[in-house]
Nanobody, 115 residues
């Protein structure tokens, strides 16, 4: 089974920046769809950003212009650059890999935006 290892979460002040990383095991990374999801207290888990194997990206309206998803196939890693962070961005962020019947999740990393 594919394993995803996340890093980069933490506490930042409003207006600050943070970069999340997710490293994947296995040999299917380059062909996969990768996504970053988040779940805040009392809210449904939502897709924040996604990137296809071909590099096409999509973002939730709430993060457009502030977040950027990218992937490095050589490193089998997907990134989420988060700028101009707001308190409402506070959530547990999850990395997801999908290809065929494979649907793998990272353990989640906490992002807290507060003064």
């Amino acid at each position: 089974q594919v394993q995803l290892v996340e890093s980069g979460g933490g506490l930042v002040q409003p207006g600050g920046s943070l970069r999340l990383s997710c490293a994947a095991s296995g040999s299917i990374f380059s062909s996969s769809f990768m996504g970053w999801y988040r779940q805040a207290p009392g809210k449904q888990r939502e897709l924040v950003a996604g990137i296809t194997s071909g590099g096409a990206t999509a973002y939730a309206d709430s993060v457009k212009g502030r977040f950027t998803i990218s992937r490095d196939n050589a490193k089998k890693t997907v990134y989420l650059q988060m700028n101009s962070l707001k308190p409402e961005d506070t959530a547990v962020y999850y990395c997801n890999l999908r290809l065929g019947i494979t649907n793998s999740w990272g353990q989640g990393t906490q992002v807290t935006v507060a003064s």
